[in-house]
């Protein structure tokens, strides 16, 4: 069975530092990784996909990194800003349209 | 409306009521899936519809009940919760097959989400 697993579990940092969030899963059978951010209490926001032929993906001051083999992702956030703060969230596609879920990390930027 | 609108955004309800939460997709998309999110625990996949038939039941209790009359609309249908029910219920879209990006086929099945349900169970 398919495990996601995000660490840290809750990140705080000042504002303008660079930091990294990771991802690792179980079994690396997997056809793409999604990062996505999540405000309190709001849907999800779709970061970044990475298909399980790349390596990684870049969004502006985002990029998310993908090593199958060893089943981990990071994403990298550049410059970090208050509006930065929220949830994110990781998941693994298997099989036609099933997504697993980590349970996230919990980031808050200090101005 | 763009994207995925969900409605209410917020639901109370008692054990013994009937509701039912309404999705709706404004993207195009051939698949919607139910989610629950509950506190402390990962996002756990429900239903998943595609062309308005039910491909996956993912071990859900009978007292959700899922209906898709077409491949923008998705409805959960709620009766007899019980308090361990609440959570936060997100619906999400995807195209599943070819998409074109670039000139070229990309098969990401990429889900789009909407805003949530945050409902509460008396």
């Known amino acids: 069975k398919q495990e996601v697993t995000q660490i840290p579990a809750a990140l705080s940092v000042p504002e303008g530092e660079n930091l990294v969030l990771n991802c690792s899963f179980t079994d690396s059978a997997i056809y793409n990784l999604q990062w996505f951010r999540q405000d309190p209490g709001k849907g999800l926001t779709s970061l970044l996909l990475?298909?399980?032929?790349?390596r990684e993906q870049t969004s502006g001051r985002l990029n998310a990194s993908l090593d199958k083999s060893s089943g981990r992702s990071t994403l990298y956030i550049a410059a970090s800003q208050p509006g930065d703060s929220a949830t994110y969230l990781c998941a693994v596609r298997e099989g036609a349209q099933k997504l697993v879920f980590g349970q996230g990390t919990r980031l808050t930027i200090n101005p | 409306e763009t994207g995925v609108t969900q409605t209410p955004r917020h639901l109370v309800m008692g054990m013994t009521n009937k509701k039912s939460l309404k999705c709706e997709q404004h993207l195009g998309h051939n698949a919607m899936y139910w989610y629950k999110q509950s506190a402390k625990k990962p996002l756990e996949l429900m239903f998943v519809?595609?062309?308005?038939?039910?491909?996956e039941n993912n071990s859900v209790p009978s007292r959700f009940s899922p209906e898709c009359p077409n491949s923008s609309h998705l409805f959960l249908h709620l009766h007899t919760l019980q308090p361990e029910d609440s959570a936060l219920y997100l619906c999400?879209?995807?195209?599943?097959?070819?998409?074109?990006?670039?000139?070229?086929?990309?098969?990401?099945?990429?889900?789009?989400f909407g805003p949530g349900t945050r409902l509460t169970v008396l």
């Open positions: 999400a879209s995807s195209q599943v097959g070819a998409v074109r990006t670039s000139g070229r086929a990309v098969f990401s099945n990429e889900q789009f």
């Open positions: 519809y595609n062309f308005k038939e039910q491909t």
């Open positions: 990475i298909q399980s032929s790349q």
